[in-house]
């Protein structure tokens, strides 16, 4: 019913920025929670950031709490997470979700995954 495709990823170094942006395919994009989640070799994929379907409400991780900001343009159907002061530990491949009820943070409850985008961050 929706297709997402992420973009922005890259090579930064520590204490630099990033803004990765997700569009989604399909109508009714307001209908649907949007969430980032990221993964890192030999670990696994774990919650970052979620957006309500209005962009009233958002939520994070502790560990990115006061330098990502996750948000979302309705009107071009694009979610956002704005990634500032960047770790090494932040590396991994961050992927964008979508759910049409779901809002927490269990990966294997979103319904709609893109492929992911790499961002790397060195030391």
């Known amino acids: 019913q929706v297709q997402l495709v992420e973009s922005g990823g890259g090579l930064v170094q520590t204490g630099g920025s990033l803004r990765l942006s997700c569009t989604a395919s399909?109508?009714?994009?307001?209908?649907?929670?949007m969430a980032w989640f990221r993964q890192a070799p030999g670990n696994e994929r774990e919650f970052v950031a979620v957006?309500?379907?209005?962009?009233?409400?958002?939520a994070y991780t502790a560990f990115v709490k006061g330098r990502f900001t996750i948000s979302r343009d309705n009107a071009k159907n694009t979610v956002y997470l704005q990634m500032n002061s960047l770790k090494p530990e932040d590396t991994a491949v961050y992927y964008c979700?979508?759910?049409?009820?779901?809002?927490?943070?269990?990966?294997?409850?979103?319904?709609?995954w893109g492929r992911g985008t790499q961002v790397t961050v060195s030391s």
């Open positions: 979700a979508a759910d049409g009820a779901y809002s927490g943070t269990y990966y294997t409850s979103y319904a709609y």
């Open positions: 399909g109508r009714s994009f307001s209908n649907y929670v």
């Open positions: 957006i309500d379907k209005s962009g009233g409400s958002t």
